[in-house]
């Protein structure tokens, strides 16, 4: 495995896992990562997110929440159901075009919103057929919680084919049981998913260009390229091209009231939009102007207990590989604030129902697009 030569910094997640952190550009397949947590086993403040609905999916709302993904206005996890999350990207969609709220409601607004989403040349629903790649792993019998017991594995991999189709089309587990009822999701098996914008992991190392590669799809329905590939934003403009008149002005702006993450480019144009969970009671998050001081993907760090309140007394030091289940996820990026940072997350569906301690996180996927837009230097502003 191919390692560049490792970056000491602490590092505050649990979510913010506080710790002390050698943070390498490690490598883990496509293959690798999250596992969710069991609700018996979840941080004891944490809100609870509210249940899925257990009907079918319903198709306004997930059409809905493919839309928003793919407009850069993030649901967070899609479930169908819709949720405080995908209310809140539509009124930042509404707010950022200058729309009105009404479309929000009725038939007739709904249509409206959909042509102004792009919706009337995108079928919500596409056919894939799962890869021998998709199911060829390695993964993980299980994600154990200890963290001396995460050290021991080889990487925090995925624990299904299942649970890695989530990932890849930004969608709860529960809801691709609910499109393909009878599925076994294994390779040659054709199956019903979200037409989300696939990111693609770019070559292992590459501090530039590592994170969310893609090319174009040819053909969005064809059941063995489902969802068109998304080409990486840039920071010297959006969807990768140079803004006009010069080099773009990215901000990020984390709000601790709405629990977003809104990035802006020239002229204050919204380009990114995701919810975060973001500090809590113990670790509030820091208020302030901050920027960014380094971009990392597929972390490996070593967790200090020492740093953490709610640590285990009898807990040690220990390296946590690499893997979407690591619990800053597939991207750390490191603010001036020692110790802070915005990351990738092992539980997408808890984003914006739960508690950190400290840090702002992201599903696996958004993090990565933001990942895409940021740099060092990069403006980081926290407000209330």
Same mark, same amino acid.
């Given at each position: 495995m ?7 910094f ?6 913010c896992?506080?710790?002390?952190a ?8 496509v ?22 609905s257990?009907r079918?999916?319903?198709?306004v709302e ?9 407009a850069?206005f ?11 999350n995908?209310?809140?990207a ?6 950022s075009?200058?729309?009105d709220?009404? @479309?929000?409601?009725?038939?007739? +607004?709904?249509? /409206? %919103?959909? #042509?102004? $989403?792009?919706?009337? &040349? ?27 017991e995460?050290s021991?594995?080889?990487?925090l991999?995925?624990t299904s084919v299942?649970?890695? @189709?989530?990932?890849?089309?930004? +969608?709860?587990? /529960? %809801?691709? #049981?609910? $499109?393909?009822p009878? &599925? ?12 989300v914008l696939?990111?693609e992991?770019?070559?292992?190392g ?17 059941a ?16 990768g ?5 010069g ?6 702006v ?32 820091p ?13 490996v ?17 220990a ?5 979407p ?16 940072g ?15 301690h400290?840090?702002v ?11 895409d ?9 926290f407000?209330?």
């Amino acid at each position: 495995m191919r390692m560049i030569k490792p970056m000491t910094f602490t590092l505050k997640t649990l979510s913010c896992f506080v710790a002390s952190a050698t943070i390498l550009l490690g490598t883990f397949p496509v293959s690798a990562a999250r596992h969710p947590v069991s609700a018996g086993k979840r941080h004891a403040s944490a809100a609870k997110r509210p249940a899925s609905s257990a009907r079918s999916a319903g198709l306004v709302e997930l059409q809905l929440q493919v839309l928003l993904d793919r407009a850069g206005f993030s649901p967070g996890e899609i479930d169908g159901a819709g949720g405080r999350n995908s209310r809140k990207a539509l009124e930042a969609f509404l707010a950022s075009h200058k729309l009105d709220s009404s @479309l929000a409601s009725g038939a007739q +607004s709904r249509q /409206a %919103l959909r #042509k102004a $989403l792009g919706g009337d &040349a995108v079928e919500p629903i596409v056919p894939y057929t799962i890869s021998e790649e998709d199911a060829a792993g390695p993964f993980a019998e299980t994600i154990p919680q200890d963290m001396t017991e995460k050290s021991k594995l080889p990487g925090l991999y995925y624990t299904s084919v299942l649970e890695e @189709l989530g990932e890849k089309f930004h +969608s709860s587990a /529960a %809801l691709l #049981k609910r $499109l393909n009822p009878g &599925a076994r999701f294994i390779a040659g098996e054709s199956i019903r998913v979200p037409n989300v914008l696939i990111a693609e992991p770019a070559p292992p190392g590459d501090a530039k260009a590592a994170g969310s590669q893609s090319k174009p799809a040819s053909k969005p329905n064809d059941a063995k390229a489902a969802g068109p590939r998304r080409k990486p934003e840039s920071n010297s403009g959006q969807n990768g091209k140079p803004a006009s008149g010069g080099t773009a002005t990215i901000k990020v702006v984390v709000s601790k009231t709405t629990s977003a993450l809104t990035v802006y480019g020239n002229e204050g144009k919204v380009i990114f939009y995701a919810p975060v969970t973001s500090g809590s009671e113990h670790d509030p998050l820091p208020l302030g102007n901050w920027v960014v001081t380094q971009v990392r993907r597929k972390p490996v760090f070593n967790y200090n207990p020492d740093l953490f309140w709610d640590a285990e007394p009898a807990s040690t030091k220990a390296q946590i590989p690499a893997g979407p289940n690591n619990p800053v996820g597939v991207v750390w990026i490191e603010i001036s604030k020692p110790h802070y940072g915005i990351h990738g997350s092992p539980e997408p569906g808890r984003i914006g129902y739960s508690e950190s301690h400290g840090c702002v996180r992201l599903t696996n996927w958004d993090a990565l697009r933001l990942a895409d837009l940021v740099k060092e230097g990069t403006p980081v502003v926290f407000e209330e």
